[in-house]
């Protein structure tokens, strides 16, 4: 790894030790649910860590850029280090290193991932991102990631249109919807529901009409979320 990944990397793990809580690290492990510790740092604090690092140490190429990310998610001793990892991925001045090419790191990283707290800010951000920028591209493979085996490769294509609103492709969050309409994960379900509530904020009368349409093929809970800020029906 160039100098700068390097560096960029070492920042990050001096800045996030320079804050760490112990008593805090505890309890944010324990909310998470999560195997790997936590050092405490909340995101109010990881944030400015994180931006001033990428600030001081640039990288140049998305190789490298890849490599940092990679390092940073692989080799992470505590959370707030995956946390980091994501903040390089979705930096402001790497949007163009964010093409269709990176969707094999995304896959690693959502696949190893596994929890929401990981895989749902890449879902809807970065998936997204790439998925408004190359449609004829990445719909294909949505449709794929769709009917994976994995429960949250699932998820983010059906949440990968949460930021779309009006350009929200209609067929292809039905795709990607009715290929979970069966499963009884809690993850897939409210998935289902957060994906209908975000598209009701644009179109509310399709909302009401796919829910009537999926009738009791949809949870309860999906169907909860869904009708959350819809209003009656107009007979």
């Given at each position: 790894?160039e100098s700068n990944g390097a560096r960029l990397?070492?920042?990050?793990?001096?800045?996030?030790?320079?804050?760490?809580?112990?008593?805090?690290?505890?309890?944010?492990?324990?909310?998470?649910?999560?195997?790997?510790?936590?050092?405490?740092?909340?995101?109010?604090?990881?944030?400015?860590?994180?931006?001033?690092?990428?600030?001081?140490?640039?990288?140049?190429?998305?190789?490298?850029?890849?490599?940092?990310?990679?390092?940073?998610?692989?080799?992470?001793?505590?959370?707030?280090?995956?946390?980091?990892?994501?903040?390089?991925?979705?930096?402001?001045?790497?949007?163009?290193?964010?093409?269709?090419?990176?969707?094999?790191?995304?896959?690693?990283?959502?696949?190893?991932?596994?929890?929401?707290?990981?895989?749902?800010?890449?879902?809807?951000?970065?998936?997204?991102?790439?998925?408004?920028?190359?449609?004829?591209?990445?719909?294909?493979?949505?449709?794929?990631?769709?009917?994976?085996?994995?429960?949250?490769?699932?998820?983010?294509?059906?949440?990968?249109?949460?930021?779309?609103?009006?350009?929200?492709?209609?067929?292809?969050?039905?795709?990607?919807?009715?290929?979970?309409?069966?499963?009884?994960?809690?993850?897939?379900?409210?998935?289902?529901?957060?994906?209908?509530?975000?598209?009701?904020?644009?179109?509310?009368?399709?909302?009401?009409?796919?829910?009537?349409?999926?009738?009791?093929?949809?949870?309860?809970?999906?169907?909860?979320?869904?009708?959350?800020?819809?209003?009656?029906?107009?007979?």
């Amino acid at each position: 790894m160039e100098s700068n990944g390097a560096r960029l990397i070492a920042a990050i793990r001096d800045g996030q030790s320079a804050q760490a809580d112990s008593d805090r690290a505890v309890a944010m492990q324990a909310y998470m649910k999560s195997t790997m510790p936590y050092r405490g740092v909340p995101t109010p604090r990881n944030r400015p860590i994180v931006a001033g690092a990428i600030a001081a140490h640039p990288l140049a190429a998305s190789r490298v850029w890849e490599e940092v990310i990679r390092s940073l998610w692989f080799d992470a001793s505590y959370r707030e280090e995956r946390y980091a990892a994501i903040g390089i991925l979705q930096a402001r001045r790497y949007r163009a290193f964010r093409t269709p090419e990176i969707l094999p790191l995304l896959r690693d990283l959502i696949v190893s991932g596994a929890w929401w707290d990981l895989v749902d800010g890449i879902a809807t951000q970065t998936v997204g991102e790439i998925l408004v920028g190359w449609p004829s591209l990445i719909t294909p493979e949505m449709h794929r990631w769709s009917r994976d085996a994995n429960l949250w490769i699932r998820r983010t294509a059906i949440l990968s249109q949460n930021h779309a609103r009006l350009r929200t492709d209609e067929t292809l969050l039905v795709v990607c919807i009715e290929a979970s309409l069966a499963a009884r994960d809690f993850f897939a379900r409210k998935a289902i529901g957060w994906a209908l509530r975000e598209y009701a904020k644009v179109r509310p009368e399709r909302v009401r009409a796919l829910v009537d349409q999926w009738g009791e093929r949809l949870s309860g809970l999906s169907r909860r979320e869904a009708l959350k800020h819809v209003g009656p029906s107009v007979e």
